[in-house]
């Protein structure tokens, strides 16, 4: 299952069980979505750990990369993800994606604790 829920400065994105066929399209429209925010964010991604993509969702996923890295960069507070296999290693290889500040957790509580320091003041 695949979700995008937007709050004021928050955009979960959740990859998450029951899986099914439709994901990687709507990952990969999610991605699009988060893609297009114009109003300064943070981002948490909630993944299960065993949703994949295909080759194909694999190059999509490299692309949306690419021709976002500038606009996240503008737009994206923070990045927070969590997955069951977060490594300090996965953490690096994130870090050398993005400019902003980006972490990788196992646990969603401690995700949220790091992205509230990145929230703009109201």
């Known amino acids: 299952m695949v979700s995008l829920e937007a709050e004021k400065f928050l955009l979960t994105l959740r990859f998450l069980p029951p899986y099914s066929d439709e994901d990687e399209r709507d990952y990969l429209a999610a991605l699009e979505k988060i893609g297009e925010r114009e109003d300064p964010f943070m981002l948490l991604t909630l993944f299960g750990g065993g949703g994949r993509l295909s080759a194909a969702g694999e190059r999509a996923q490299a692309l949306w990369f690419k021709a ?55």
């Open 68 to 122: 976002t890295r500038k606009h996240l960069s503008e737009r994206c507070l923070a990045i927070a993800i969590v997955r069951p296999d977060a490594s300090k290693k996965m953490e690096e290889t994130f870090q050398k994606l993005w400019s902003m500040p980006t972490r990788v957790f196992q646990d969603e509580a401690a995700a949220y604790g790091f992205l509230s320091s990145y929230a703009p003041a109201v």
